[in-house]
């Protein structure tokens, strides 16, 4: 007998692409979250359940067991360290993480580094042999080195529009991201056919990097 499957979903952004990927692999998520609140979707006719979770939850869920399988950024994931299996690069919600600073910006005794990734920003400092103040924000992270609050900011960039329309320089990259499928430990190995397969229709879509 098959056992139903439970999938963590990132709401927001990863949401529209990671549906998408779903559908082409023949598995039928609906298109867009935005139209209702509703935050677990069961569609027993194909023995899959999807949750809509924030995004840098996903990992949580999934390292707990509440969700098998999950969607989530690898800079999410590594800043999360939850302990989970990574089972495919998605390909989809490409960018970096980089370092970010005013164009005058100069190397100081003092320096603060505002970020979303507070684990990840002191890590790279401390390998790179820098001393920093880490400054955990929530979004909006380009603000901080405009009004003062930062020297530095280490923050994602795609087309690299929110850089230049705030007068800022990417310094240095410190990882390339895209959205990974993870599994839990105990999940992969009970429900490890129905998983292999959604792993297998999967990966016959995955979009082929193109550029950056
Ligand atoms: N500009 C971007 N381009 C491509 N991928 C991105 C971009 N920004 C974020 N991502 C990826 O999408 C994931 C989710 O993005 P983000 O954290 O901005 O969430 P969101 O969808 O806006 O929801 P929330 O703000 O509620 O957390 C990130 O972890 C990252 O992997
Ligand atoms: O290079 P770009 O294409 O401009 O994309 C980069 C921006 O996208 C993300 O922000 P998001 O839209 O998630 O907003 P927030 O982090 O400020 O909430 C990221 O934190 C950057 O600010």
Do not use: H
Not at 1 to 17: D, H
Not at 31 to 54: H, N
Not at 123 to 138: A, D, S, T, W
Request: some cysteine; aromatic content about 6%.
């Amino acid at each position: 007998m098959t056992q139903t499957i439970k999938v963590a979903m990132p709401k927001g952004r990863i949401y529209k692409k990671a549906s998408e990927l779903f559908r082409e692999a023949g598995i039928p998520v609906r298109p867009d979250v935005d139209e209702s609140r509703k935050l677990v979707i069961e569609l027993p006719e194909i023995g899959m359940e999807f949750i809509l979770a924030k995004p840098v939850d996903v990992p949580t869920y999934v390292e707990y067991g509440v969700a098998d399988i999950g969607i989530v950024g690898k800079d999410v994931l590594l800043e999360e360290s939850r302990d989970v299996y990574e089972l495919l690069d998605l390909g989809i919600a490409r960018c970096r993480m980089s370092v970010i600073a005013l164009p005058d910006w100069m190397p100081g005794i003092y320096q603060r580094v505002a970020t979303k990734y507070p684990n990840l920003a002191s890590q790279y400092f401390r390998e790179q042999g820098q001393q920093v103040e880490v400054i955990k924000l929530n979004g909006s992270i380009e603000l901080a080195p405009l009004i003062g609050l930062a020297d530095r900011i280490v923050d994602l960039v795609e087309t690299g529009q929110t850089l230049r329309e705030n007068g800022l320089m990417e310094r240095e990259t410190i990882l390339d991201i895209t959205s990974r499928l993870v599994a839990n430990r105990v999940s992969y190995r009970m429900k490890n056919a129905e998983i292999q397969s959604v792993c297998d229709a999967l990966s016959k879509v995955i979009p082929v990097k193109t550029g950056i």
